[in-house]
């Protein structure tokens, strides 16, 4: 298996009238990227320049950014012949890496806003190397810039930041730097294609933690009333768990619960409710992972504000 590692340069309106006429808001303009081997050696590379179709002005911010003029964008090819050489050029067992996790969701809103073939019509599991950087030498929490990482890795310049070749080539080399391989079983998913039915669904687990997503909901409701998504097996041992605390919400948006595995002791809940990019329709990420007394804590007084705010309002009425 390859690692396609690939970074985009992108565009976007000049002005608000601009933005509002088009469809698109990001149209890449570059696109760069190293291919690794298992042994994540260098076997290749790709590096092009993209002739805009939508945006001919030059955002202000992105253009400082980048350092990018239209005129260098003069005589390159246009947006479909570049990425189905890219597609191309990636083969057929590869997982994709990029710094952070934009850079799938728009290559594939660009190449569907050209109505070309998808990458993939499932959701792409990818390795987000930002991510992995904290996992490997931070708190697995932190996000930090590309810039960062090459300098706490004493990694040498070769090239200025924020260009799509310079980008991935760094990002490469903080592959190379990441010595403990378990630390590559961190994938992360890119959610513009989401699961297309219930066989789809993603259930995996990290060690310490386990993460669904879930299919498209027509709905909020028809989401929170799906078994799957209310589902709080113990991640760890597969068994089924005693309520401590029934999955409750503080803002709509994000709902907890406690529950209690005869084994593995307290396990939080948390569902994230999202919108789907493409379809704006609802789903969901669930995530469980074991519960120590202060998160127990946390959820409890969370409850509590719940319960007062409830009770405030009805006073009020
Ligand atoms: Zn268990």
């Known amino acids: 298996m390859n690692y396609i590692v690939f970074d985009l340069e992108w565009n976007q309106a000049a002005d608000l009238k601009t933005k509002r006429e088009n469809d698109l808001t990001f149209e890449i303009i570059e696109i760069g990227a190293v291919k ?14 993209i002739k805009p179709q939508v945006f001919h002005k030059m955002n202000q ?25 890219f597609v191309k050029w990636c083969g057929n067992d590869y997982v994709f890496c990029t710094w952070g996790n934009l850079d799938i969701t728009e290559l594939q809103v660009n190449m569907d806003y050209y109505n070309m073939t998808p990458v993939s019509q499932k959701t792409i599991r ?3 190397i930002q991510k992995l950087f904290s996992i490997a030498f931070e708190d697995k929490k932190s996000r930090r810039t590309l810039q960062y990482a090459v300098d706490f890795l ?3 310049i070769e090239g200025a930041f924020h260009r799509a070749y310079a980008d991935a080539y760094y990002t490469a080399q903080v592959i190379k730097n990441i010595h403990d391989d378990s630390v590559f079983l961190n994938y992360s998913f ?16 990290f060690g310490d933690y386990s993460k669904y997503i879930s299919r498209e909901f027509p709905d909020k409701i028809a989401a929170m009333e799906d078994k799957e998504v209310l589902s709080c097996k113990c991640f760890l041992c597969g068994k089924k768990t005693k309520k401590k605390i029934p ?15 005869a084994q593995h002791g307290a396990l939080k809940g948390k569902i994230r409710l999202r919108k789907s990019l493409k379809h704006n329709k609802t789903y969901v990420v669930k995530t469980m992972r074991q519960a120590a007394p202060d998160v127990i804590c946390d959820i409890v007084n969370k409850k509590k504000q719940v319960r007062e705010s409830r009770k405030e309002r009805r006073k009020k009425s």
Request: with cysteine; glycine share 6%.
């Open 126 to 128: 990818f390795l987000d």
């Open 36 to 49: 690794l081997n298992d042994k994540k050696e260098q076997t290749d590379s790709f590096h092009e320049l």
């Open 190 to 205: 890119d959610t513009y294609c989401l699961p297309r039915n219930k066989s789809e669904e993603i259930k995996v687990s």
């Open 154 to 156: 004493g990694i040498g």
């Open 61 to 85: 911010v992105t253009g400082e950014l980048i350092h990018l003029k239209m005129e260098q964008l003069e005589g390159c090819r246009a947006f479909p012949d570049v990425a189905a050489d």
């Open 247 to 261: 999955w409750f919400t503080n803002n709509g948006k994000n709902y907890y619960t406690i529950v209690s595995c």
